[in-house]
């Protein structure tokens, strides 16, 4: 109970903090005098909060081997997100790259609490098997159940709609490189875990890959 708390904590922490500096602490009231910045953050909070009741484990570092090569690219990723939370609030008040949009900004609302939703279902189905690494965990099961019942990568689902949606509450055109690399992470990702899936559990993952969709049901 007390690792799961403080790994939440951390998640909690690695996201809000950034955006605090980024737009400037001393001048949080501006911040909220936005509706779609200040549902944002009550997104996130009302996430933590779900995490916790369900006792969703977030721990990303479970692994079964050594992926060092795995390791660096996260970290990497990490990196990168945690500079893009600090850029994009800095760059909401400068008006900087700005998309002179409201509109934009309830739409990235939007796809982040979509996101998130989706994201807590998947993780509440994957349980202790869920890692950032593409890996395999003692007794691995298929799950194919709630969300993976409709589509196989609900995680990347979440991803490719809670990045951009970030960039468009804060209104900046950087949406679209976001877009872009999130899309070649998440087609990176999906034919190297497949590929594993499949080897692992043959006839089987060959089935459910038939009858479900990989990101979006009926169309991918």
Same mark, same amino acid.
């Given at each position: 109970?007390?690792?799961?708390?403080?790994?939440?904590?951390?998640?909690?922490?690695?996201?809000?903090?950034?955006?605090?500096?980024?737009?400037?602490?001393?001048? %949080?009231?501006?911040?909220?005098?936005?509706?779609?910045?200040?549902?944002? /953050?009550?997104?996130?909070?009302?996430?933590?909060?779900?995490?916790?009741?369900?006792? /969703?484990?977030?721990?990303?570092?479970?692994?079964?081997?050594?992926?060092?090569?795995?390791?660096?690219?996260?970290?990497?990723?990490? &990196? &990168?997100? *945690?500079?893009?939370?600090?850029?994009?609030?800095?760059?909401?008040?400068?008006?900087? !790259?700005?998309?002179?949009?409201?509109?934009?900004?309830?739409?990235?609302?939007?796809?982040?609490?979509?996101?998130?939703?989706?994201?807590?279902?998947?993780?509440?189905?994957?349980?202790?098997?869920?890692?950032?690494?593409?890996?395999? =965990?003692?007794?691995?099961?298929? /799950?194919?159940?709630?969300?993976?019942?409709?589509?196989?990568?609900?995680?990347? %689902?979440?991803?490719?709609?809670?990045?951009?949606?970030?960039?468009?509450?804060?209104?900046?055109?950087?949406?679209?490189? /976001?877009? *872009?690399?999130?899309?070649?992470?998440?087609?990176?990702?999906?034919?190297?875990?497949?590929?594993? %899936?499949?080897?692992?559990? =043959?006839?089987?993952?060959?089935?459910?890959?038939?009858?479900?969709?990989?990101? !979006?049901?009926?169309?991918?």
């Amino acid at each position: 109970m007390l690792r799961r708390s403080a790994i939440l904590l951390t998640h909690l922490v690695a996201a809000l903090v950034p955006m605090a500096i980024g737009w400037n602490a001393r001048d %949080l009231p501006q911040f909220f005098a936005n509706p779609a910045r200040a549902g944002l /953050i009550a997104a996130i909070c009302a996430g933590a909060v779900a995490v916790f009741i369900l006792r /969703i484990d977030l721990d990303p570092l479970r692994t079964s081997g050594n992926p060092t090569k795995e390791s660096r690219a996260l970290a990497a990723m990490a &990196a &990168a997100s *945690i500079l893009l939370l600090v850029f994009l609030p800095y760059a909401d008040r400068h008006h900087l !790259l700005e998309v002179p949009s409201e509109a934009a900004r309830w739409l990235g609302l939007l796809l982040c609490c979509t996101g998130g939703v989706i994201r807590i279902l998947a993780l509440r189905q994957l349980g202790p098997q869920f890692s950032a690494y593409v890996t395999l =965990q003692p007794d691995h099961q298929l /799950i194919q159940t709630g969300i993976y019942s409709r589509i196989r990568h609900p995680l990347y %689902l979440s991803l490719l709609l809670a990045g951009p949606g970030v960039a468009l509450v804060f209104a900046s055109q950087l949406v679209w490189p /976001i877009l *872009i690399l999130t899309i070649a992470f998440i087609a990176n990702r999906i034919e190297v875990e497949e590929t594993l %899936l499949a080897k692992t559990f =043959q006839g089987r993952f060959r089935v459910y890959r038939d009858r479900t969709s990989a990101l !979006l049901p009926f169309v991918f």
